[in-house]
């Protein structure tokens, strides 16, 4: 069977274009390389949705920040993904900060940034009762966010599944060779899947799917992409009002900054600094890299107490080495009419991604795909209900009808046995402790899974039918356990 | 009705909102050792034994004793090494003996300041009911990999000790065959050999600190016996795998804990365990604004275990991590009692005293005395240091109420001192003077 397209890559790009493609009269298949949705860079970032105000005007980034910003609140409210729109600081500490902050106004300004406004004196700490005395002034955007980034990326993924697409995961894609009647052939190696589009969204790894075949115009060579590492270090919810907005500080020589921010779950996120790595997949953390985030949050936020932090973590973001430093969403060298690069989508990539879809999806029907309106397209997945978030009458209905969701397996972030099967029963549903995780938080609080990873792990193996040795932390080598005890 | 207020309240509902409210208990959070502690004693203090109601959040009664299936509990309080679902079986049955109700797979979710308990359960749905009194035996939880910020990769393989200890008791299966345990908690020392006798290989015990955190004889009977060495002033400084655990590096640390580049060196192994500390487990006591100690991470109570919410106990490992079971019994006991009491309308102390930590004792636990007790005192205590040839003193005011010849203290063993409450006339230091 030949796929009408083959998305490689369900992280956010792959993700948010398959939910896309998904309102046409098409056959879909995402090929993923991890065990699960989001299992790249979109698994491990600032979780921001910026503004749209650090691009150039006239950039892809300029053009498709703004609108992505917006739809990703749009597409979280509509499928209940955690999000919340708590506007972003970009903060100065001296003039040249200052100029800076302006420069950003101005961009911003260009690029469609809804009202920006530069905030000084007494209102910063009022707004911001926590930031640095040393702060002289701060340019505010009220519609910047955040957002879970791997329920977004689950959320639109589910959509895409329940309207037709197919999604296989741990396929790590080894090439792409042509067919007799013009479609191309996607393979791993040992087997292999037809389509007669290629959307390459491979995130860290996009320029290998083809050696040498990511060129822009107005490039000298070839695009490579670059893996640069964030590490990051998220603090305790009992944190969590430390900071109101997301807080930038301006780059510098040392590089870019760190930032302070809530995340969409309560908890503080600190990072990242940047790294080129060797390997895309080195997503280790460090003694120095955590020291410089400590250092760079202590920047902007003097009280803040580092040691309620729960974990520490590393993202691989794509970066594009090129001319232009803008993403390349560009056609083939090789196969020009058949397969589409959206490579280099750095931050801020995230907050991109529903207008990136939607200019991929644009340039596939400039390439001849049928973009034909599916009448039966439903926005919409199985709802998700999240028993923290119930009220006492709703808790009581749930466990009347269903006695697993009075059964809280995770005792920090109170996820109950039911929401941990709907999590694996789901369309795309979890197969590993990660998956679980990921979906309904259970193992990302303060004891991190040390009292329900064995509890999970058994309610995977029974939901699957599987064995407990079969179940796994992320995918094929990862198992938790080893053999019987004697 | 006159005179005395009902013994249980039932909690009005908002309009709308139906919730049950038929159990109307001394509340006791928590079915391990502390609570079932407890839960007897106020029972034998003459509350009901159906005015009692016992909430466990796991499936089963005993807490982590059981899967504690090593021998050594109850030498105190016995005179007999019992396994740990032995000792938790004897209260077991005495809870039962006596008729206390309790719930299992119950889940408290808030605790209010005037003892609102709302909980929920498989067979009970989503209950709220007004407490006359709360036993909080909630226990603790472990320390983990982040909150100690270990370095490197996030493979399958780093486990605590407390749920390799799970899979490996209680699911009869192993989570590896070559370890390196980072930390010298007592629950380490017990795994290293468990693990051991279960054919795996441990490589070795790495302690950041220049003293082992766990009891002296678990390091005779679960490393020395298995020729584990035990690598003081050491940590793991990272972790290599990408899917599993391959390797972790550990180095030797200076005086500062800082890791010397120096000494670093390669283990191979696919498991990392970590008994790097334990936290007690305190939300439900932060959810009803209950004051809690910075250094103990536990309530802050007086000599009746009683917190800072009048009506509410705290016992066990929720209030300090113990070594021993056995006394996490007789502190639970004193924290039943004083529950039975408080239902049967004694007075709340209207003076306290603060007692406080001096040279080398970290913490000291009653952190108050209520003025005008009677009886014995125990005051329970950390050093912050190993001291050798020292004394333990114990004042009030200029007054010296007890001092005790010690040979050797150490931070991983609680020492414990008692005093009379009749001469308690003011604050109180407890200290271990070097002699």
Redesign the interface.
Known sequence: MTYDVIIIGAGITGAMTAYKLARCKLRTLVLEKGSDIASGATRANSAIVHAGYDAVPGTLKGKLGVDGSRQVGEIARRLNVPYKNCGSFVCAFDEKDEEHIKMLYDRGVANGVPDMRIIRGEKLFEMEPNLSRACTAALYAPSAGIVCPWTLATAVSEVASLNGADFVFNFAVSGVSENADGSLTVTDGKTGYSARYVVNAAGVGADKIVEGDIWPEGEDKPVRINPRRGEYVLLDSEMGGIARHTLFVCPSEKGKGILVSPTAHGNIIVGPNANEVSDPDDTSVTPEGIAEISAGARKIMPDINLRTAITQFAGVRPTPVCRSKDYCIVRSKKFPSRLLHAAGIESPGLASSPAVADYVVGILGEMGLELIPDPDFRDERPPVRRFKEMSDEEKRLAIASDPAWGRIICRCETITEGEIIDAIRRPLGARDLDGVKRRVRAGMGRCQGGFCSPRVTAILARELGADMYDITKKGPGSEILMRPSK | MQGKEPFFRRVPSPA?????TSMDKLVIIGGGPAGLAAAVAACDAGVAANDILVLE?DDSLGGILNQCIHAGFGLHLFGEELSGPEYAGRFIRQLRERGIPYVT?A?V?SLTPDRIV?Y???????V?LQASAVVLATGC??R????I?I??????GVF?A??AQ????????????RVVILGSGDIGLIMARRLT???AKVECVAEVMNYCGGLARNVAQCLNDFDIPLYLSHTV???VG???VEGVKIAEVDENRN?IKSTEYYVPC?TLLLSVGLIP?N?IAKSAGITLDRVTSGAVVDQNNQTSVPGVFACGNALQVHDLVDNVTLEAQNAGKSAAAYVSGSPAPSVCYKTAPADNVRYVVPQKIAAGGSGDIKLSFRVTGTVRGCETVVKCGGTELKRIKKRVVTPGEMESVTIKASDVKGDVTVAVEKK
């Open positions: 709308n909102i139906k919730i049950i959040r797979d889940m979710l709302s929920v359960s498989p067979k009970d749905g989503f709220r939880r472990e983990t990999r982040g909150q910020g370095p490197g990769t996030r493979p399958a605590t407390g749920s799970r899979f490996v008791n209680i699911e009869n299966r192993m989570p590896g065959s006798l279960e054919g400084t990272d972790i990408k899917k599993r890791p696919d487990e939300e």
